[in-house]
Every structure is written in structure tokens, then in C-alpha cells.
């Protein structure tokens, strides 16, 4: 299995809703990560876990909440998000070295209204 | 943090057109990936330079590291209407075991045929 698989593809939230996004690897990947990606715009990162670990969050606002239960899995939780996080959120996974590159999954389609 | 500039933002070309995009630091970089993106899809990770002057090539595609790593290239061949998509190079930075990869804000190839 080569692929990050990211549910659900396409997401509707009202602003006072509680949602997740899911993403999942069989890749033996020690490292996860989230990607928020604008029309237009390159992907930006969010947060990077390590050995199940978060090791980087990219000051991103707590009305996103990372999750990773396991080495294959990892979450995020949405919360009383405002319209302008309406995005693509890309879920991708790699050895976590350097000579490694990125595997992403299809990503999120996110709307916030 | 570092950040890299990639020009041009937007390239038109004819099919059978060759196709550069360029990629630039102020600093050195460690390593640096190329990553294709179609309209509507996911990054898709090409390839990783990370010696000074490296040179690769996949079929139509060459990627270049600059000698004092502080640019690279890809060029496209004889460009055809599979080749549409936006191509980002990336740069790879560490801190200690974690892994971060930033994005170039990307070249957008379109293809008349």
C-alpha cells in the first residue's frame, strides 16, 4: 500500500459545528503531517508528528486540534472555525528523513459557511 | 524563517514548447524536492536533489542543483498536454529529527495543444 487516504473528500461545516478529518497510512511512515492549501496557493504547513509525537505546530489557531492515535493514523478535529479556514487540508506522511520525499493524500475539501 | 522564490508564477507554452521554472534562496539549502500538483489533485512528490550541481533526469524532465545550492531548475522537454499542472520545488529544512518542508508558492503550466 503507497497511499495516504484521507476521509472525508469533500466537507460542509457550519461555524458552530464539531467535525474531524481523518487520515490513514500503511506505508510504515513515522511521520504525519497537515497541510492547509488556499486556491492558488502552495501548501502551507500546519503540524508535524513524529513517532506519534507532535513536534511542530505552526502556531496554528486551537479551533484546530491535531490528533495521532496511532503510527497510522491521524486526526483533526475541527471547532468553531470561521469561514476564511474554508481550504483544502492535505494530509501527508514520509519517513521522517531526509532523504525521503512526501507522500500526500487527495486532501479534505473543506467548506465553512 | 527561509524561505524560497520560485518564478515564473505562471508559464503558457504550446505543446511541443520547452518549459523552465526556477527556483531561488537567500540561504543555502540542505536539500531541495520538486513536487507536480494537476488541476484539482494532490502534490505528487518527482524527485530530491541534494548535492552541489547535481543533475537528474526523468524522461522529459531535468532537475538541477545550483553549485552553491542556493538555486534550482526543472525543465521540461518538448512540453505535452500531460505536463498541465502546477510545479512547486520545496525546501527540506531540519532542526534535530524533525523534518519541515516549505513550499515555493509554484509555476502553473499550461499546455495548448
Known amino acids: 500500500d503507497t497511499e495516504v487516504t484521507q476521509t472525508p473528500k469533500h466537507l460542509v461545516m457550519g461555524m458552530t459545528n464539531k467535525k474531524s478529518l481523518k487520515c490513514e497510512q500503511h506505508m510504515g511512515h513515522r511521520a504525519m503531517y497537515w497541510y492547509k492549501q488556499k486556491a492558488k496557493k502552495p501548501p502551507e504547513l500546519m503540524f508535524v508528528?513524529?513517532?506519534?509525537?507532535?513536534?511542530i505546530n505552526e502556531s496554528v489557531p486551537s479551533r484546530f486540534s491535531p490528533e495521532c492515535p496511532n503510527s497510522s493514523l491521524l486526526n483533526l478535529h475541527l471547532h468553531a472555525l470561521q469561514p476564511e479556514d474554508s481550504a483544502l487540508y492535505l494530509c501527508a506522511s514520509s519517513q521522517g528523513r531526509r532523504d525521503y520525499g512526501y507522500t500526500f493524500g487527495s486532501g479534505t475539501r473543506l467548506t465553512v459557511v | 524563517g527561509q524561505q524560497v522564490m520560485q518564478i515564473p508564477q505562471y508559464q503558457h507554452v504550446q505543446e511541443g514548447e520547452d518549459f523552465t521554472t526556477y527556483c531561488n534562496s537567500s540561504?543555502?539549502?540542505?536539500?531541495i524536492q520538486w513536487y507536480k500538483q494537476r488541476p484539482g489533485g494532490h502534490p505528487v512528490f518527482l524527485i530530491q536533489?541534494?548535492?552541489?550541481?547535481e543533475v537528474k533526469k526523468q524522461k522529459r524532465l531535468t532537475f538541477q542543483f545550483g553549485e552553491a545550492k542556493k538555486n534550482s531548475s526543472l525543465h521540461i522537454t518538448a512540453t505535452q498536454t500531460t505536463d498541465v499542472g502546477t510545479y512547486f520545488c520545496?525546501?527540506?529544512?531540519?532542526?534535530?529529527?524533525?523534518?519541515?518542508?516549505?513550499f515555493g508558492k509554484g509555476t502553473l503550466l499550461t499546455v495548448n495543444p
Open positions: 540561504t543555502t539549502l540542505s536539500n
Open positions: 536533489l541534494v548535492k552541489s550541481g
Open positions: 508528528y513524529s513517532y506519534e509525537k507532535l513536534s
Open positions: 520545496a525546501d527540506l529544512n531540519s532542526g534535530g529529527s524533525n523534518y519541515k518542508l516549505t
